[in-house]
Structure formats: structure tokens, C-alpha cells
């Protein structure tokens, strides 16, 4: 309806409403033929429904919850292992309810909220450390089959197997360190003395040595208690403590355009 004065009043005269809907149709598409797109810029045929950026999601950072997880179990575990307290290679069997629920799925839960983040390297550590402990907790279980598994078998046969077992962790911790390299220097603390836990750990228990075994240890109890350190700095900062923890930040990546600067995690 289009609105026109007259000599008594406004008029009102009725058009075709396919008229007027043709001629919006057309005014658009002319406009859109007659913008030109910035160049490398392609306007796009369909329109696709992606998440958010992370900054903009109501997601809290799980991180801290697979650090603590993490470490409080590696600590204890790490203390049997060199034989404080309860003496060597004793105690593991006090840990299956906490190797199966705290550094298990607590872990792993924080790792698939990691990975609901956006975060793909600390939701690919912590799920899979979680699944780990889980299997850990499982094998000490009986009913499993493990534990019977592991009776029937030779001394020497399930000493090299756990050693394999190591052996392939190792690998895979040093391809987490690996990535760590321009991270902070707490982080690359936890992941190193991690890597040599494994490493110690698997040539001692490949070739029944039980300093190297106990040497892994302490590596692991040094790792429990950077992994604590990394989960501490992330709660206590400035807005609810009286100053950020430092972990050496050593290395900060260049951001070229305003975009980037948006999307950076």
C-alpha cells in the first residue's frame, strides 16, 4: 500500500503485492550483482551452522580439573612406586577406587570438556590419561581376567608386556612435550618429568631394575606435584587471589591481523 496526499487527506492506493514483492526482489539482487566482493573474498552458495568462537561460549575451563586429577593420583602412585612409606611395590591395590573414579573419569570428562572448548591438545591428554587410569583401576579388579591373566603367565612375560605397555606411553608423552615447546614453562616441566617417569619406568621394569623403576618415580612425583602447581595457578589468579602463580611465560605468539586476534584461543 503506498501513501499519497490528496486535497481532503491522505490516499491510499493499492498495488498488486507480487508488484511490489518483484520489485524488492529485483532492487536486492541488482544490489548484490553491483557489490563487489573484497578481493580473495567468494560470496558463498550455502550457509552453514558452525559453533561459536570459544571466547564466546559458556563453557568453563576444565583444565584445572584434569590437572589436579591428575596429579594427586600420580603423586600417590609415584610414592609407592619408590617405596615411601609402605615399601616397595606395595599399596597399588589402595589406589583402584581413585585410579578408577579421580584420575579415571574425572580426567576424562575434563578431557571431553576440553575438547567441547575447542581445546584439541588438552582434551587429547586428558581423555586419553583418563582412559588410561580407568584401565589401570580395571586390571587391579578381579573378575577382569587380569589378575588371573597375569597369574597364569610367567614372571618374565608379564614384566616385559607392562614394559611394552610403558614403552608406547613414552612415545606418546613425547609427542605431548613436543607440543608444549612454546607453551609456558610449568607445562613443559609436567611433561618432561612425565616422559622420564615412563622411560625409567619401562627400562626398568623391561630389564627388572629396580633403581631404574624407583628412579622413574621420583620423576613421577615431581611431575604429580607440577601438574598440582599448573592446576593451582590456573584457579589462584588475580580475581579471586592476591596475585597470578608465575609459570614462565617465555614465548608470545605474533598476531597478525584483527581476525586472528578475535579467534585466538
Known amino acids: 500500500m503506498d501513501h499519497q496526499t490528496g486535497p ?6 493499492m498495488a498488486p503485492s507480487g ?12 544490489e548484490h550483482k553491483n557489490h563487489t566482493p573484497p578481493q580473495g573474498y567468494t560470496y558463498p552458495s550455502e550457509i552453514h551452522i558452525v559453533a561459536p568462537p570459544v571466547q564466546f561460549r559458556r563453557f ?24 615411601m612409606s609402605v ?9 583402584t577406587a581413585q585410579s578408577i573414579t579421580v584420575a579415571g573419569i574425572a580426567q576424562l570428562l575434563a578431557g571431553l570438556w576440553q575438547l567441547a572448548n575447542g581445546d584439541t591438545f588438552e582434551g587429547a591428554a586428558f581423555t586419553s590419561f583418563g582412559a588410561s587410569w580407568i584401565a589401570k ?15 597364569a603367565e610367567s614372571p618374565e ?36 618429568t612425565l616422559n622420564l617417569q615412563l622411560d625409567f619406568s619401562c627400562a626398568g621394569t623391561w630389564l627388572n631394575h629396580e633403581r631404574l623403576i ?19 595457578a590456573i584457579l589462584l589468579n588475580e580475581e579471586n587471589f592476591w596475585f597470578n602463580l608465575p609459570v614462565g611465560n617465555w614465548y608470545t605468539p605474533v598476531i597478525e ?8 584461543v
Not at 591481523?257 to 585466538?264: I, M
Request: aromatic residues 10%; glycine residues 14%; proline residues 2%.
Open 60 to 83: 568453563g575451563n576444565a583444565a584445572a580439573l584434569g590437572l589436579i586429577t591428575f596429579g594427586i593420583c600420580t603423586v600417590q602412585e609415584s610414592m609407592m612406586q619408590t617405596g
Open 214 to 232: 624407583k628412579t622413574g618415580g621420583w620423576f613421577g612425583f615431581f611431575c604429580g606435584l607440577s601438574a598440582m602447581y599448573n592446576a593451582a
Open 87 to 95: 615399601g616397595y611395590g606395595h599399596g597399588y591395590g589402595s589406589m
Open 8 to 13: 481532503t487527506g491522505p490516499m491510499v492506493s
Open 157 to 192: 612375560t608379564v614384566r616385559r608386556q607392562q614394559g611394552i605397555i610403558a614403552l608406547t606411553w613414552a612415545i606418546w608423552v613425547l609427542i605431548l612435550l613436543a607440543g608444549n615447546v612454546k607453551s609456558h614453562v610449568a607445562n613443559i616441566v609436567l611433561f618432561g
Open 137 to 151: 583401576g580395571l586390571a587391579q579388579v578381579p573378575g577382569t581376567g587380569v589378575l588371573a591373566y597375569q597369574q
Open 257 to 264: 591481523s584483527e581476525e586472528d586476534r578475535l579467534y585466538a
Open 19 to 30: 508488484e511490489h514483492h518483484s520489485t524488492s526482489s529485483s532492487n536486492s539482487q541488482e
